[in-house]
């Protein structure tokens, strides 16, 4: 089922998302409402807040070479920790939450990271690339940050102002 998704200045993206316990059916309902909602809106990552829901799960898919976004491709992290960090990088982001607004985030280059999966099987994933941006900006999510909040005090400003004018004019 397709959900509604939450949008800034919404106060449940300021939350600090629960770790999930139980690996079960409703688990897996959300994830795959997760899914539904991230592809009908073109999105390639969304945390479970940004559909209200405040357990520390996130899915990212990247679309493959004939730009399709395939089920069996999602990563679906629940209760990820970052265990080893290094670098740093610019990358320009973008949010479901935020429609329409992109703008340049500082992140580190590559990350470790551990996390369960759907049944509550734990791995770790590496990346310096695409994956290291997108796991960088839902686990942000996951503690009440919205990419916005990371940027200098001028283009935030600048951020809240344009997107004040926007949400008056719709
Ligand atoms: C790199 C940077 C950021 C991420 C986080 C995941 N971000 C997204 O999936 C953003 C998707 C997005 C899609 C939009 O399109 C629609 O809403 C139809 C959009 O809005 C407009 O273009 C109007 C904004 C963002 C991962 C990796
Ligand atoms: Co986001």
């Known amino acids: 089922m397709v959900r509604e998704i939450v949008v800034y200045p919404d106060k449940r993206l300021k939350l600090i998302s629960k770790e999930v316990e139980l690996f079960d059916g409703a688990l897996h309902d959300l994830l795959d409402d997760m899914f539904e909602t991230m592809v009908q809106s073109n999105g390639v990552g969304l945390a479970a807040i940004q559909i209200g829901v405040d357990q520390r799960v996130l899915i990212i898919n990247e679309p493959n070479e004939d730009d399709l976004q395939l089920k069996e491709n999602t990563l679906e992290m629940i209760n990820p920790v970052i265990i080893e960090k290094s670098g740093s990088t610019k990358y320009q982001e973008g949010c479901l939450s ?53 940027l200098s005090f001028t283009k935030r400003k600048r951020f809240e102002k344009e997107w004040k004018k926007r949400q008056k004019a719709s």
């Open 98 to 150: 935020v429609p329409g607004y992109y703008e340049d985030v500082d992140r580190y280059k590559a990350v470790k990271v551990e996390y369960r999966d759907r049944d509550g099987n734990t791995h770790t994933i590496e990346d310096d690339g695409f994956l290291a941006i997108a796991m960088q900006h839902e686990m942000d999510h996951l503690d009440g940050k919205v990419f916005v909040e990371k």
